[in-house]
Each structure stands twice: as structure tokens, then as C-alpha cells.
């Protein structure tokens, strides 16, 4: 913490500057975060603002007032070495100027802080000696004697007059209301105005604020070390990550020439061989015809012209032969062309794979290099703004400034206290595999709409949808019912039916579907309730109640899915799925392994029921031909060492998997691989996110749907082959 003797020349001159205008601060207004900026500029930035808005260097976010940028506390403090800045800028040795006191133009002396001027020699010995102005002395600055530029935040302070009550300018004020954001009053306030309101005396309250500060301060600094080596680390990383990058490409590049090398002797060796066959058909061609020839010498006249015709029939044989030889040569000299252009597509798809895992680390390392510079920047903020006020040894200054700090400091602290354990993990660049894996659909974030018709304080649940292009979101309302809510692809609403809940039933209203032919969904609510619902304008067409079906069924419905024999299968919060026909009627249950807790979602893949086990934390591949199901596989979590949850889950034509994890603040799409067991990518979705389908289009593209739960936003990903 700054001494008394803290000289304001000291002060850096970019706490004194406006980071919009890059102007020294004209009227400064504090933010929460302790950052200033001019009026006009906070006035400037607001005006395109709504609700709340992010600090310009902190990023920190920040509720707006009512009053707008005036409804910002002005940091009087700031001000006031402002004003005095603006007198050392001013004033020269032996400068004339207008005297206040006298109104003639001589040479000024002095600078009395009351009457806000200069004063000449005289009229600077009439504020000394007569009792007319003797509440002017305590803040008469005599130019003559003093060094300006050396001058300390605490004689300042002593030559500023202490604040005045806003509503009896007249007194002194002794008291803040903390009810009316810390101004400052007189004593009559108290039993006026301002009776009944939280009110503090200004010494107990600038106490207050120095010992919170000084606990903050004392737990900022045991972060400081920590917080300075992330840029340092972050460097290290970098070149680590660009070695690694390097050294892979090389073997990649490497494995390229050799496995091209191998192809070439391959086909050079059969080339060989196939030359070595032809030159043997040739030599016993010529051979053949010889002795054919031969013989026809030796014979009679009348048979040269038989042998003759033998012998262009046996040149016609071997031709032919040869012929289907130089075929099949083309072939292999067309494959071996195809291998090698197969193999230098597959190099520059992984060179790709290579430099877009190396750049998605480049954007973590930067982010995590950009949220440390802003870290610092608020902390080497906070430690100077704290410095320059408790300097100050004022406690009309430190009762309006320190509780501010003190909020700014709490907030920081958690800012200082991430370690970034996860920045090293990214020092290589995450393709796995070797260059012969085979390319997987990339998912593409395409449009974000809101969805028409969902009230305030609704739910959607589920999404499912159809081969027109209509999409069905389904959930609760505020009451005892819920809805089923069929939109477009722009969020419109088409169709909208609401349900009442199972009478006497005690499970929430909570309304799930799937998909099961072009124009049915199967819709279930969790207080046991199903039905089928025909979005054609239509509605409920036939509705059971799962607890009425003569199974054992205890606790509440939490999920549906269907395959594509329209078998519909509904899972519990007991471990139970029981499987229906395409009519609602019972077919037979399942009893999910007892690791598994509940079903928050399902998904038929490949002959096996994909479970996300939300409670259990884990997703699970388990068969569905028995009675008792058993675990065939269990998918692997998104990294980070976090405790992720599974939430929803959906397949492509392509078979690949989709499924949302959520863990505290955040949610990952994650895809995998068609066999469940590799997990292929991920990448961050909204927090709100509920559930994910689907959908061909009316075009034939397919596409991926994530539904939120609580802000009720659509939002539409392409599905593409890199």
C-alpha cells in the first residue's frame, strides 16, 4: 500500500487517461470494476446499449443504472486531482493572471481551493490575517513555497475541502447514506430526508473499508506470483505446441514417401513380371510358327496353303493373348495411380486435421493469454486505485471509494485464482489417429432463432422432427400443464396444444417426444401420461397412461425413443424402460444394469439402446433383446477433469452419435464415432442447451437442432464431410 508520501508525480498518466477518447478524464465515472471513463463517452457507449453492458478493458459485465452513464458514482476523488493537475498545467513562476480577490491583472501568488483561484500576494495576506475568510486557510496553497510536481496525495487531500451535505450545502456533511448509494449529509438529513435510510458515520465507515481492503489486498497478493507466470507459461506452450505440430507433419510426411515407395516397387515389380509372361508367349509364338513352317517345307506343294492357314490362326490365338495382357496392365497402372492420388488426398486431409487442431489451440492459448492481460490490468487497476485513496488519508475519500474497491477485489479473486490446469494439454494438437483414419462429418453452426410462443417462465424439454421441415418442441408451462408446440425453421409457430397433467398425479408436467413415422410424434409426460400427436393440424390422436398398463411401473416417465420398426420405448427414474407398440399397447419391459440410475434421454443405435444417465453421470451403450439389459460399452466424458452429466442424444444417417454434456456453467456437444467408442470432437454450445435431433430438409441436407431450456432458442448446425 502507497505511503502518505506518495508524490502525484508517482501516478503512471494513464490512470488519469480515458481508454474511449484517450484524453486525460473529463467528469470520470466509476464502474464497478473501478475503471473510469469520461461522461460523454459512457453516455457515447450506452446509448447503443440495454440491461447491462462489458467494461471496454476488463470485459467485466455491468448492470446499467436507470440514469444512464449519470447513474455512474462520479469518482470525486479522481476529480479533484484532475482539477489540480489542471492548476500545475496552469500555473508558471511569476505568471500574471486576473486575482480573484481584487480583480486586478498582477502577478498571482497562491491558489485558494475554497474560492477555486488564483490569488495575488496581497489578497493572499488578507485570507491569512482577517477572520472574514478564516475558514479559507486550511486550503490556501502557496505557489511561491511549494513544489508542485512533488507535491503528496495527502497534503492535497488536507487543502480540498471535505464534501458538502447535497441537500444543506451550507454544512459540512459528517454522515453517508448507504441507502442512497454512499452521499454524503448533514446531521439534520438524518431526522429529514433521509430518516429511516442505513446511514454511517464517514470515520467508521472509511475504517471499514481499509480493513476490507487490506484483506483483499493481502489475498490478491497471495495470487500475484500464479497470476504473472500465466503469460510466461502461455509462451512456453506456444513453442511447444509448434515443435509438436512440426515433429508430426514430418512423420506424416514421412510415412506419405514410404508407403508411395512401396506402391511404385510393388507395381514395377508385377510390371516385370507381366513384360516377363509377354516375351514368353512371343518366343513360343515365334517359336511355334517356325516349326509349323518347318513342316510345311517338308511337305507336299498341296499342303502349304493348310499350314498356312494354321499358322495365321495360331498368330491370332497369341495376339489375342497378348492383348489381355496389355489390359490387364492398364488396369494395374490405373489402380496404382488411384492408390497413390488416394494417399495424397488423405496427407493434405490430415495435414488440415493437423493445422485446424493447431489453430483451435492457438484460440484456448490466446483466450487464456488474453483473460490473464485482462486479469492484470484490473489487478495493477485495483492496487493503484487502493494505493492512490488510502494514500489519500481521507476519510471522506475512503468511506466514498473503498467499499467499491472492496466489491472489485472480491470479484477479482476469482479471476486470480484460475490455474489453467488444461493449458499445458494443449501444447500439442489434439488429432489422434494416424494418416490412413478415415474422414468424420464436421457440425457447423448455421442460424440461432427464437421460438414463437413459448411464454415467459416456460420449459421446452424435447425436440423432435418431421419430413416437411415442421420441428416440435415440447415441456411444461408455468401451471399444472404442458405443451406441445409444433414451429418452422425459423421459430414461427404452426401448431400449439396444451395438456393437463395425470389427475392425482404428483410427478411435474414435464413433456418429452420423438419422431416415430412422417407426420407422428410420440409425446410423453413425466406424470405418466403418453400419446400420439399428428402435426397436421390434428393433434392427440390416442393417449394411455403408462401406470394403467398392468406392469410394474414405480416412480415417473423421464424419456421416449423410437426405432425404425416404430417400436417405442419409454425410460424411468426406477432403471425401467418398457417397450410399446406403434399403437401405445405394452410389449414387454426392460430392467436397466443397477449401475445405471435413471434415463434422461435414449437413442436406438445399431441394435443397441444408447442411455444418458444423468444422476449416474455417464452414457452407456446396453443390449435389448433380454429382460435384464446389459452394458455393452461405456462413452467417454468430455475431457477438462470436470464432472460432466449426460443430458440428450441423437444419431445421423451417417450413424455418428451426438450427445450434450453439462457440467457447472457449461455444455459441450460432443460427437462419436459409429461404433460409440471413440470420441471424435467437441465443442462448446449454449449453457441452456436441453436437447438435439435431427432433421433432413426439404432439400435433402441434414441438419442438427439443439433446443435451449429456459431462454426457448433454436439453434441449427450443418452437418458436412470434411
Not at 500574471?96 to 502577478?107: A, I, L, Q
Not at 509364338?285 to 510345311?296: A, F, G, Q, S
Not at 410462443?453 to 420441428?471: E, F, H, M, N, P
Not at 452419435?657 to 460432443?670: I, R, S
Request: hydrophobic share 30%.
Amino acid at each position: 500500500m502507497a505511503e502518505s508520501s506518495t508524490q502525484l508525480g508517482d501516478i503512471e498518466e494513464r490512470f488519469f487517461t480515458c481508454s474511449l477518447c484517450l484524453e486525460t478524464l473529463q467528469e470520470p465515472k466509476a464502474l464497478p470494476c473501478l475503471h473510469r471513463y469520461c461522461k460523454e463517452c459512457m453516455h457515447m457507449v450506452l446509448t447503443r446499449k440495454k440491461g447491462t453492458f462489458n467494461c471496454p478493458l476488463c470485459n467485466e459485465e455491468c448492470v446499467i443504472p436507470p440514469e444512464g452513464a449519470e447513474g455512474f458514482r462520479t469518482d470525486f476523488f479522481v476529480n479533484s486531482i484532475l482539477e489540480f493537475l489542471q492548476l500545475q498545467t496552469t500555473y508558471k513562476k511569476d505568471n500574471v493572471k486576473p486575482c480573484y480577490g481584487c480583480k486586478e491583472t498582477k502577478v498571482v501568488t497562491s491558489f485558494c481551493f475554497t474560492c477555486r483561484n488564483f490569488l495575488c500576494q496581497e489578497c493572499y495576506q488578507f485570507h491569512l490575517e482577517n477572520d472574514m475568510v478564516k475558514e479559507h486557510r486550511p486550503h490556501l496553497l502557496d505557489l511561491q513555497t511549494v513544489d508542485v510536481r512533488s507535491l503528496t496525495l495527502e497534503k492535497l487531500t488536507s487543502l480540498t475541502e471535505d464534501p458538502r451535505c447535497i441537500v444543506h450545502v451550507k454544512h459540512v456533511a459528517q454522515m453517508c447514506c448507504e441507502t442512497c448509494g454512499n452521499i454524503p449529509i448533514c446531521v439534520a438529513c438524518i431526522f429529514g430526508e433521509h430518516k429511516g435510510h442505513v446511514t454511517h458515520e464517514v470515520k467508521i465507515l472509511a475504517k471499514t473499508g481499509r480493513e476490507n481492503v487490506k484483506a483483499i489486498m493481502t489475498e490478491l497478493e497471495k495470487c500475484r506470483g500464479k497470476l504473472y507466470e500465466i503469460p510466461e507459461r502461455v509462451a512456453k506452450v506456444r513453442i511447444t505446441l509448434t515443435a509438436n505440430v512440426e515433429q508430426q507433419l514430418e512423420e506424416a510426411r514421412t510415412a506419405h514417401t514410404n508407403a508411395t515407395s512401396k506402391i511404385m516397387q510393388k507395381a514395377e515389380a508385377d510390371r516385370n513380371e507381366m513384360m516377363k509372361r509377354r516375351g514368353d508367349i512371343l518366343k513360343r509364338k515365334e517359336e511355334e510358327c517356325n516349326r509349323v513352317l518347318e513342316e510345311l517345307e517338308e511337305e507336299t506343294r498341296k499342303l502349304r496353303e493348310k499350314y498356312n492357314k494354321i499358322v495365321k490362326k495360331k498368330e491370332q490365338q497369341y495376339d489375342t493373348e497378348v492383348d489381355e495382357v496389355d489390359k490387364e496392365t492398364l488396369i494395374m497402372d490405373g489402380r496404382c495411380s488411384n492408390e497413390v492420388d488416394e494417399m495424397n488426398g488423405k496427407l493434405q486431409r490430415f495435414e488440415e486435421r493437423i493445422n485446424e487442431g493447431r489453430l483451435n489451440n492457438e484460440k484456448k492459448i490466446t483466450g487464456v493469454y488474453d483473460h490473464s492481460t485482462r486479469t492484470i490490468s484490473r489487478y495493477e487497476d485495483l492496487t493503484t486505485t487502493a494505493e492512490i485513496v488510502q494514500a489519500s488519508r481521507n476519510e471522506w475519500t475512503e468511506a466514498l471509494c473503498l467499499p467499491d474497491i472492496t466489491a472489485a477485489g472480491k470479484a477479482l479473486i476469482g479471476e486470480a485464482k484460475k490455474e489453467f490446469t488444461e493449458l499445458e494439454s494443449w501444447s500439442v494438437s489434439g488429432v489422434g489417429g494416424s494418416l490412413l483414419d478415415s474422414v468424420t462429418p464436421s457440425v457447423t453452426q448455421e442460424s440461432v432463432v427464437n421460438i414463437k410462443g413459448i411464454a415467459d417462465g416456460w420449459r421446452v424439454w424435447g425436440v423432435s422432427t418431421s419430413c416437411d421441415d415442421s420441428i416440435v418442441v415440447t415441456g411444461r408451462t408455468q401451471s399444472s400443464k404442458s405443451h406441445v408446440t409444433v414451429i418452422d425453421r425459423l421459430g414461427r409457430v404452426i401448431q400449439q396444444d396444451q395438456f393437463e397433467k395425470a389427475l392425482g398425479s404428483k410427478w411435474n408436467p414435464c413433456r418429452h417426444c420423438c419422431s416415430i413415422s412422417e407426420h407422428l410424434i410420440v409425446s410423453l409426460c413425466e406424470s405418466n401420461t403418453i400419446e400420439l400427436y399428428d402435426i397436421r393440424g390434428r393433434g392427440e390422436c390416442l393417449s394411455r397412461n403408462i401406470g394403467g398398463m398392468g406392469y410394474s411401473w414405480p416412480g415417473f416417465a423421464t424419456c421416449v425413443a423410437a426405432d425404425a420398426q416404430r417400436n417405442i420405448y419409454v425410460g424411468g427414474s426406477k432403471g425401467h424402460v418398457l417397450v410399446l407398440d406403434d399403437q401405445l399397447n405394452p410389449c414387454r419391459t426392460m430392467n436397466l444394469p443397477a449401475s445405471i440410475f435413471w434415463a434422461r434421454d435414449l437413442v436406438v443405435h445399431g441394435g443397441q439402446l444408447v442411455v444418458c444417465d444423468w444422476r449416474g453421470k455417464g452414457s452407456y451403450a446396453v443390449t435389448m433383446d433380454k429382460e435384464e439389459a446389459r452394458i455393452v460399452h461405456r462413452f467417454t466424458s468430455p475431457d477438462g477433469g470436470r464432472e460432466w452429466s449426460p443430458r440428450s442424444v441423437c444419431t445421423d444417417s451417417n450413424n455418428y452419435v451426438y450427445m450434450l454434456w453439462h457440467a457447472a456453467g457449461e455444455c459441450v456437444l460432443a460427437k462419436y464415432s459409429q461404433d460409440c467408442r471413440q470420441l471424435l470432437t467437441t465443442r462448446q454450445v449454449d449453457v441452456d442447451s436441453r436437447s438435439i435431433a435431427t432433421m433432413i430438409t426439404g432439400v435433402g441436407e441434414e441438419k442438427l437442432l439443439i433446443v435451449t431450456c429456459e431462454n426457448s432458442k433454436l439453434y441449427t448446425f450443418g452437418l458436412q464431410v470434411d
